[in-house]
């Protein structure tokens, strides 16, 4: 018997690739985190293990890898913070260490 996910598009997400439909897709599927159980180990074309946290649309299954930043950003979410950009944007995604002081962003206009 074939998986219903069987012939899904598979795609890894690293977080600097991470847009606001994926990281709402996270939230939604992990209001209160992902923990050991959530997270898939695999090793990638580099033979490097690759630890991720699967979330799936109708037509894709996305592998994100977790970090520490994947977990500042997924507690901190506010789908409000990205109502300027579009759900593909990978530049919408914010690594947490910038997005929590907007002076520090004036500056480096």
Do not use: C, W
């Not at 709402?24 to 991720?52: C, T």
């Not at 507690?75 to 109502?83: A, K, L, P, Q, S």
Request: charged share 40%.
């Amino acid at each position: 018997m074939k998986h219903k996910d069987a012939n899904l598009k598979r795609v890894i997400v690293d977080f600097k690739k991470l847009t606001p439909e994926i990281l709402a897709l996270l939230v939604d599927k992990y209001p209160d985190g992902y923990d050991d159980d959530h997270i898939i180990s695999f090793r990638n074309a580099n033979n490097e293990i690759v630890e991720a946290v699967e979330v799936t649309t109708e037509d894709t299954k996305y592998l994100v890898k977790v970090s520490t930043k994947l977990e500042v950003t997924m507690e901190n979410y506010d789908e409000d913070d990205y109502e300027d950009f579009d759900n593909d944007d990978p530049d919408a995604v914010q690594d947490p260490d910038l997005a929590g002081d907007d002076d520090d962003l004036d500056d480096m206009d």
